[in-house]
């Protein structure tokens, strides 16, 4: 299996290789600079920024610069945060993100695969409904909906927890963000688990454990359960995707420091580097999942080889 | 043999009724059998007699929609109703099943040595270490080779055969009384079929217990069973002892079901016909395609050097166990699939021509397959199915014409013709059978490779098929290569057939030839695990004493 | 060989024939929810088609006077607010009011003075912002009284006004069109690049087939949100760039569906069947392999939809979306989360608009997968 991941990471070098030269020339062909907000700089003030960030170079030179310093691990300075390197950034706004998204995927798969099994398991009847009512609103209302609807009935009217900041990590900071976060993809993965545990529960060999008068939990757990967490499995790669994204919203709302902000302001402020850092975390972060995925996916299900 | 006073195991007066959008479907209307210790009952009936439906009613089984009403007693102890924990107290460890299908009926994500190990460990209380080597030992037991080691082997790196052994591992562990066999060896090549059953039949014996069948297999019964329940439309017709029934059936039903077997043997053709199709080191090899970036897989030889001749009128039979190359066969003389060797079809060579070089061919070399659901299109009405060929060889022909040609092609295999404006879901499998037979017959064939056209159907649909395709045969001089696994359907119908194994011909020659003399030793496995059960049977447990 | 409940009859079926288009219909009007969907649908595209130009106001249409007014059935500005504002203009015209009335749009006045009245005191009425067209309609013989009426310009806000003071409600009517035609447009465009990219490669399979895959499966491993996000900050905000870019994501499901849908049919039995027949690769397509593709990718588009219109809100909410004064949902949704706490409504009445929409599309999408393919559930 170590030969399988190695192998794994070192064929993700050219994905990640592609992605930042899409990304870099992408940015650069773009109109507009870092600078062009700034009010009206002196020409010779310009010029000197343009020289100390290297921008009045040909674009191939930037870019195989770029490529040089990011091979020894240093993703540049940010051209908008003055004082701070990318790096710094990225390792401030990162704990943040990560804690956020952490804690929303596990709360997506422990409470959705929990609603999931149990709509199952009572399949038609009245609690059955409820999780797939409650599913449909989840997929439907987006987060950006749900976060501000969040924050302005326990944050504002009722007051029960703090509607924004991030205050250290305080847990009652954590609370409303983690929900907003999570509740599309708590969602999703109800409906998943729900029907394939549906499927699983009336597969042949769940009959054959029932006619071997195993006990219900042995039948749903062990027999069931397994089988039917396989397309959860699959889906963590595209909840995690849909976790970044969620995260650059629920940031912007709740005032959080995470890296999805730093997206979106570097974005807008055109500040390369910045933009390229997230991008580079985002990628890393994207192969690394789907590896989990297959990894997971090879230790429950034994036809599955490593090949 | 008389019946017994205490039943093992009794059903009275079982009805099972499912819900479905369309309201409630009775499967079961009151059945009632009784199982004595030690005996061997069998329980047959055709698809949809509701023979499964009742046991798995007994055994708490059914699907959510369904509901069952009456009494399943077990040592006088009533089934029906009872708590889950009650009932399993006798699932798995008095009473054990096994199902058709081995591969779906054991969990595809543990080892076999954990799934016997769960009932021995639940009803049992074995630890985990006896349980282990209980395992063992009814691996050895089922004669698993080198059990030891496939202890930690999954379901899907075993053998159908052997995943059945596994299955009745299962059954065994915890000694029962009674072992409920559905359909235990029709997925099973005929030759493993004998296998399994002998080893069932051999166990019994040694271990007493009584053992339920539940098939459509005639062939089985009378090898094996003592008493016979006949079942038809979820209700019992007839009962009684397997030699009594077979001998003297006293419903018209079971006497239908005896006879079903196809009978005749089609005259031969005049010495003078022409030959039709010739083929010449006919190879089909198969790669697995090369993926982006990885390489292609050792190529697997499907079918190797298989010559064959059929003149007008003949039908040449292709007998095989599963992945014999027999279809491969078929769909390579028809250049289907592409394939070395010479074909020649009325003296022309049709080997190695293109899509449209063939189509000129493609009118009088036609194919029925086996899957009647499968192979009709289901967004398309019979009429326009039955057609779509004219479009392609007959674009001359106006729709009225079209039609009249449906309307004859149908009346041809006995459907009504006013069924063109139907959908195929509409129909069952034996008329739908009819359909795909029609779509042949619409171009006037001069040749039709038929690919298990009865497989899929019950025993006297089947029938109806075989004399229809005969009939038809003899009306158009058709010639056909009759592809099949089931050697009775094939020697009521071939003149000439070929036994097949791994992609070669084991032996060809007359259908007498074949089935009354045949010289390889395979073949004659073949014959006897299909014709003679109970002497295959015998001399198996007579070999292991 | 499993028993089966004997659902079908051996007896041929009677005389009513349905397809499986027909008999998937019947089940979708069976289904509740999917039917109030298709009429919350209806309603929704009626809104947003004919909305913005029966609604009295224009979207872009500034009210500088009515800045966040709560959404209300009372017409804007108020009698409570109109009365002492009359009140006040006369007043300051040194005249005693002795009856206001406000009948509708008019406004009538009875007032006195202690001095003969000048009747270009109506100037004083027209000054103000809430009267307009002032004029006397009736003259004590003394002149020591008069009667004026003065139209008044009342507006109705159902929905509230914005922080700028344009009508909410016609704004959500316009951001309900804007939403369905990029969802329309967007779907259309993943539509045709996924079906001719997955039925390509299905059809073609091999070597060829997996290269296309392969290039699918890398796409889907990029975080493209990220790159729809860069391509419209930094190409602008163009509504057609807006479409493209996300039909351009969600094309590589549609792609996959397909293929998987065209390699499963052409194992299909019914396909070999007509490939025996010699029928061409053109019919075995038409015939054969596209309508039966047809059901899963009519269920994905009525899907897709709604994931497109999220999409399309997320990057609107980000401020990535369309321009002013044009608006979206997500817009509206923006502005309102970020006035929550003093106009709730402007959060409010887009979010439900947006969840209206979304949840029609789901539920229709969800009814037409079970009408189509009943063993799903």
Request: hydrophobic share 50%.
């Amino acid at each position: 299996m170590f030969r399988y991941v190695l192998r794994r990471l070192l064929g993700a070098i050219p994905t990640l290789f592609l992605i930042v030269t899409g990304a870099f020339f992408l940015i650069r062909v773009a109109p507009g600079g870092p600078f062009d907000r700034e009010r009206t700089l002196e020409p010779t003030v310009m010029a000197n920024l343009n020289r100390v960030f290297h921008l009045d170079e040909p674009l191939w030179q930037q870019y195989f610069y770029y490529l040089g310093n990011l091979a020894r691990g240093d993703l540049g300075p940010s051209f908008v945060y003055r004082d701070f390197s990318v790096g710094q950034l990225l390792a401030s706004g990162l704990p943040v993100s990560m804690t956020l998204g952490g804690l929303a995927l596990l709360l997506a798969l422990v409470v959705g695969g929990i609603l999931g099994c149990i709509a199952a398991l009572r399949q038609n009847t009245g609690i059955d409904y409820a999780v797939i009512a409650t599913a449909t609103f989840g997929i439907t209302v987006p987060n950006f909906v749900v976060a501000p609807l969040l924050a302005l009935v326990f944050g504002v009217w009722l007051s029960w927890l703090p509607a924004g900041g991030w205050n250290d990590g305080n847990p009652a900071n954590l609370v409303l963000p983690v929900i907003a976060l999570a509740l599309p993809q708590i969602a999703v993965v109800a409906r998943l688990i729900r029907g394939s545990m549906i499927e699983a529960l009336r597969s042949d060999h769940v009959r054959t454990a029932r006619a071997y008068g195993l006990p219900t939990w042995m039948i749903v757990i062990i027999h069931a359960l397994r089988a039917a967490c396989l397309p959860a499995v699959s889906y963590i790669g595209p909840a995690a995707a849909g976790l970044l994204t969620g995260s650059i919203i629920i940031e912007q709302i709740f005032g959080l420091p995470g890296i999805g902000r730093y997206f979106v302001t570097g974005a807008l402020n055109r500040d390369y580097t910045l933009v390229m850092g997230t991008v580079i975390i985002i990628a890393i972060f994207v192969v690394l999942f789907n590896l989990l995925v297959d990894v997971l996916y090879a230790l429950l299900d034994p036809r599955v080889r490593y090949d | 043999m008389t019946q017994p006073r205490s039943p093992l195991f009794e059903l009275d007066d079982i009805h099972v009724s499912f819900a479905t959008p369309d309201g409630p479907v009775e499967a079961v209307r009151g059945v009632s059998m009784q199982i004595a210790r030690g005996e061997t009952v069998a329980v047959v009936g055709e698809s949809g007699s509701g023979k499964s439906q009742a046991m798995m009613a007994a055994m708490g089984l059914l699907a959510g929609n369904g509901q069952v009403t009456g009494a399943a007693r077990f040592n006088g102890d009533n089934l029906i109703g009872q708590s889950k924990r009650a009932l399993d107290r006798i699932r798995g460890a008095k009473i054990t099943m096994i199902f058709q299908e081995p591969m779906t009926s054991l969990d595809p994500l543990y080892t076999i040595e954990r799934q016997i190990a769960e009932p021995l460990m639940v009803h049992g209380g074995l630890s985990r270490r006896k349980a282990r080597a209980r395992a063992l030992d009814l691996l050895e037991l089922v004669r698993i080779p080198n059990a030891k080691a496939r202890l930690g082997a999954y379901p899907h790196e075993l053998s159908g055969g052997q995943r059945q052994r596994v299955m009745i591992a299962m059954a065994l562990a915890n000694d029962p009384d009674l072992l409920i066999a559905d359909e235990p060896t029709t997925a099973l090549d005929v030759t493993i079929q004998a296998e399994i059953l002998g080893l069932l039949a051999d166990l019994q014996t040694r271990l007493g217990m009584a053992i339920l069948f539940i098939t459509h297999d005639l062939g089985i019964v009378q090898a094996l069973a003592d008493r016979v329940y006949v079942m038809r439309h979820g209700v019992v017709v007839e009962h009684g002892p397997t030699d009594r029934i077979f001998a003297a059936p006293e419903t018209a039903y079971t006497t239908m079901l005896l006879d079903s077997e196809p009978t005749g043997r089609k005259a031969p053709v005049a010495p003078e016909a022409e030959t039709v199709m010739d083929a010449r080191g006919v190879t089909v090899t198969f790669t697995t395609p090369a993926g982006f970036l990885s390489r292609p897989s050792a190529p697997i030889h499907a079918v190797r050097a298989v010559n064959l001749s059929l003149r007008r009128g003949e039908t040449l039979g292709v007998v095989g166990e599963s992945g014999s190359g027999k279809s491969t066969l078929g769909r390579a003389v028809l250049q289907l699939l592409p394939s070395e060797g010479r074909v020649s079809f009325l003296g022309t060579s049709i080997s190695g021509l293109d899509r449209s070089a063939m189509r000129p061919y493609r009118k009088s070399l036609q194919m029925v397959f086996q899957d009647p659901y499968g192979s009709l299109s289901p967004r398309m009405t019979v009429g326009e199915i039955i057609t779509e060929g004219l479009l392609v060889h007959a674009p001359e022909l106006s729709a009225k014409d079209r039609d009249a040609r449906a309307r004859a092609a149908l009346q041809e295999v006995d459907l009504d013709p006013a069924v063109r404006n139907r959908f195929p879901h509409e129909f069952s499998g034996g008329q739908r059978q009819r359909i795909a037979i029609a779509r042949a017959l619409v171009l006037h064939p001069t040749l039709i490779v038929l690919d298990e056209p009865t497989s899929a159907l019950d025993r006297s649909v089947q029938k109806q098929i075989v004399t229809l395709l005969r009939d038809l045969q003899i009306r158009h001089a058709m010639s056909y290569i009759f592809i099949s696994h089931d050697l009775a359907v094939v020697r009521a119908l071939a003149d000439h057939v070929m036994v097949m194994r791994d992609g070669t011909v084991v032996e060809a020659g007359s259908t007498a030839q074949i089935f009354d003399d045949p010289t390889s030793n395979y073949t004659r496995r073949l014959m006897r695990a299909a014709f003679d059960l109970s002497t295959v049977l015998s001399e198996q447990s007579v070999a292991r004493t | 060989m499993t028993d089966m409940p004997p659902l079908s009859a051996a007896a041929l079926p009677d005389s009513s024939s349905r397809s499986l288009w027909a008999t998937a219909l019947l089940r979708l009007r069976r289904n509740r929810a999917a039917m109030g969907s298709i009429v919350v649908l209806i309603l929704l595209s009626l809104a947003g088609i004919f909305g913005p130009m029966l609604s009295p106001h224009d979207y872009a249409r500034v009210y500088p006077a009515f800045v966040k007014v709560p959404a209300s059935v009372e017409a804007y500005p108020r009698a409570a607010d109109i009365l002492p504002a009359a009140e006040q203009v006369l007043t300051r015209a040194r005249l005693t009011p002795d009856t206001i009335r406000l009948d509708g749009t008019v406004l009538t006045v009875t007032a006195s003075a202690s001095r003969p009245i000048d009747p270009r005191v109506t100037r004083y009425l027209d000054r103000s912002d809430l009267f307009s067209n002032a004029r006397v309609t009736a003259t004590a013989p003394d002149d020591l009284s008069v009667t004026m009426q003065a139209d008044v310009a009342r507006y109705y806000f159902f929905a509230g006004t914005d922080a700028n003071g344009r009508d909410l409600l016609a704004r959500i009517l316009i951001s309900i069109r804007i939403s369905l035609m990029i969802g329309a447009l967007a779907t259309t465009v993943a539509l045709i690049v996924g079906v001719a990219y997955g039925a390509t490669a299905g059809y073609l399979g091999g070597r060829i087939d997996s290269l296309m895959m392969r290039l699918v499966d890398i796409l889907y491993s990029l975080p493209f949100i990220f790159f729809v996000i860069l391509l419209v900050v930094f190409f602008g905000r163009n509504i057609v760039l807006m479409f493209i870019a996300v039909g351009m994501v969600e094309w590589l499901d549609m792609a996959r569906i397909v293929r998987g849908q065209t390699i499963s049919l052409r194992r299909r039995e019914f396909v070999q069947a007509a490939d025996a027949l010699g029928v061409g690769a053109g019919g075995i397509l038409r015939r054969h392999i596209i309508p039966n593709t047809l059901g899963p990718v009519i269920v994905y588009m009525t899907l897709l939809i709604p994931k497109v219109i999220l999409l399309e809100s997320f990057l609107s909410f980000l401020g990535l979306g369309v321009q002013e004064p044009l608006s979206s949902l997500g817009v509206l949704i923006s502005e309102g989360a970020k006035d929550m706490r003093g106009a709730p409504y402007m959060l409010l009445y887009p979010s439900i608009a947006l969840t209206l929409l979304l949840f029609a599309l789901n539920f229709l999408g969800d009814g037409l997968r079970d009408a189509l393919d009943p063993k799903d559930r």
